[in-house]
């Protein structure tokens, strides 16, 4: 069989999303990254292509195919390789590597035989019925990056629990080995002492067996390179032994950890690993206790690549003649917000200067220059910055050749691009740096923390800081007005700290920056008063562009988070209004509901009922059409408008009559109280565990209350009869 033959069978033509390699019709189809390693790397015959994503690889009786089983794993794009050989048609896995005793017979997992090949038609595929089929096989948890996280893990854990080792001593030592790595996968020659040429994984594990050579070797990486990776410390020095040294050489030889698992380090190619595996490994690095308390979670990247898609890209398609553009992330974590945007900078920077590569000296500055005049950011946590940077750097050196890699300089970066410190900290060094009327920022963009509460923060700065500007904005506006007793009224509910930073962006706002942030979507439906109140104050201070709602997908979302019970997102895209009326405002509603290929690949698909416009002072008039929004339909807003102005509420028929018990409701069980609630029997009772209460329907026979169990308690919220 022919790769043409395959072709006609699956019904794939080029008008329908293959390319054939050679015709070069694919360049500009991808980003930079994915078409570097496809047409670099990975060189397939032909690709399927669907939402820009390369579905699936076809090779023809390639002469190397465990390279290929390699390359296309840690590829991490394509689920589907198809390789077409003399006899056969071999079906993979390209998410699923299978390891062997024998390095040489290691190789993708099959998915199918030649005769499931009709599996891979092309309706099947748009349509998702292939997914369907072949959905557990593709699981997230065969991947390369949950892999490397996984083995990443169980080493950090082994360090740090048996060897005691602190916290940021083992993530600087696991953040040096993985740019060692990069430097050898790169094929970066390094001249250490009487080693002259490109460093082999074998040469790094013999060099390991020392910890003085080690630390040798790392100052003088550190010499090398400049700038702030990972910096060594005394503390560090005296709490490395050779047997933690050990426990990283076994990590690196591939060899079994305490899973008991092959760690498949020996396999991973982080010349095409992408970076933003290092958000991943930040999550794990601050750990899950940590993880909660600071409500910091990774940023999923299909989120980060639609935010870049609707500001950094759209910005550079309406201005083609620049490539600057000034991004501050005020909680910036690993850095992956600040990564894209660097990497999405210096392709346009290219596409304006073709012939960059002609002076390799001035292309080296240039890419110095273009992080520091735009890429910023802050954390609190000193780990996230350190990761940050490393992910900056590996990002300038993704840019150049490994020949150029080996003399270039990083730039320093810590305290003047980025910052260790609060957000809220208005006396902090950044905030002068920041205000200066030659700073501009294009973009305020990231995912700040979720965290609710104080968590035992006796003054949180976050909460200080809305006060003041409380303070400050009422004081303004009596000025304004003469009127002493006027009053501002800004308040965050529950303690939200995502509320403060999404007011906290107006004061780095000059023009037309805007911004967009991740947060919990409770902020748009939280029924409480305070809640209420932030929300009035946004919508009147702030014009809303743009809300991605995924409520409904949040498991999917965060499929990869340490915690199962985070909160549903939203990204809001917004920008300071500067004292401008936003009621007539034009607002861009998108709600995502599930289906297969969000799930297996974050592809947005939506449909025409997702999408709503609304004009902003609807939703100042009406606080609960966000819900609406959600879930319903002009229409609806409609109905329950109207419902809302004939009609009395249930509360205001109960309150006329003083013949209700109002209550929040019933449990089967509490533990082990004891309640009496006697004064109950003979009430009609609709028994939800029998589905007496549906959607649009009581069912009308129903029992009488009955103290059959002492465990049934009542809570009455309403302190009336």
Known sequence: MTLKNIFNKLNLTTDNGLFIFSELKWKGLFSQRIEKIIGEILKPDAFFVFNNKPFILFYDNPSN?????????????????IINEPNQVQIYNGFSYLKKESKEESQLVKLADERDLNDFEYFNLVTGKTWKKYQKELAYKNRVDYKLLENIKDTRDIIVNDY?????????????????????????IINYKNHNGILSNDEFCKLLQNKEDTYDFFRYLNGKFNGDLFPIEKEETRGVTNKVLSVIIRLIKGEELKTGQLSLFDIYDFSIIPIEFISNVYEFFIGTENQEKKGAYYT????????????????????????????????????????????????????????????????????????????????????????????IYITLLDNQEPKEIENFKFPPLLNTNFFVSDFFNTKAEYNSIFKETSFYFDFILGNPPWKRG???????????????????????????????RTKVELEISNKEI???????????????????????????????????????????????????E???????????????????????????????????????????????????????????????????????????????????????????????????????????????????????????????????????????????????????????WQQIEVGYIYKDTSGKP
């Open 65 to 81: 195919k465990k390279k290929i089983f390699d390359d296309c794993w840690n590829f991490n794009e394509s689920p589907v390789i």
């Open 164 to 188: 005691n080792l602190e916290d940021y001593i083992s993530n600087n030592l696991i953040g040096r080995i993985i740019f060692i790595r990069y430097l050898i996968d790169r094929k970066v």
């Open 300 to 391: 999923p990247l299909f989120l980060v690549d639609y935010i870049l898609t609707e500001t950094v890209e759209k910005y550079f398609e309406t201005n083609p003649d620049i490539y600057n553009c000034k991004v501050l992330d005020p909680a910036c974590g690993s850095g992956i917000f600040l990564v894209e945007t660097l990497r999405k900078i210096i392709t346009q920077y290219k596409k304006l200067n073709p012939d960059y590569r002609n002076d390799k000296k001035h292309y080296k500055n240039e890419l110095k220059r273009l992080v520091k005049n735009n890429i910023f950011g802050i954390d609190k946590d000193h780990n996230a910055i350190n990761v940050a940077i490393f992910s």
């Open 454 to 484: 104080t968590k035992g923060e006796k003054k949180p700065l976050y909460l200080e800081y809305i006060k003041n500007r409380q303070k400050e904005e009422t004081k303004i506006l009596r000025e304004k007005t003469g009127n002493k």
């Open 498 to 548: 995502a509320q403060a930073f999404v007011l906290r962006v107006s004061d780095f706002s000059f023009g037309k920056t805007k911004c967009s942030l991740i947060v919990t979507s409770k902020i748009l439906y939280n029924i409480s008063k305070k809640a209420k109140k932030f929300r009035h104050y946004f919508l009147e201070n702030f014009y809303l562009n743009t809300i991605l």
């Open 550 to 704: 995924m409520s409904s997908v949040r498991r999917e979302v965060f499929d990869k988070s340490n915690n199962s019970s985070i909160a549903p997102p939203s990204v809001l895209f917004y920008n300071y209004a500067n004292g401008e009326n936003t009621g007539k405002n034009i607002i861009h509603h998108i709600a995502i509901k599930p289906n297969r290929f969000f799930s297996l690949f974050k592809v947005f698909t939506v449909q025409k009922n997702d999408y709503k416009e609304v004009v902003q002072e609807k939703l100042i008039e009406n606080d609960w059409l966000w819900k609406v929004l959600v879930y319903g339909s002009y229409l609806d807003y409609n109905f329950i408008r109207r419902l809302k102005e004939n009609f009395k509420t249930i509360g205001d028929v109960i309150y006329d009559k003083n013949n209700y018990l109002v209550k929040q409701g019933l449990k089967r069980k509490d533990g082990e109280r004891k309640i009496d609630v006697t004064e109950l029997i003979g009430w009609d009772f609709l028994d939800t565990n029998k589905n007496e209460l549906k959607q649009f329907f009581i069912e009308p026979k129903h029992n009488k």
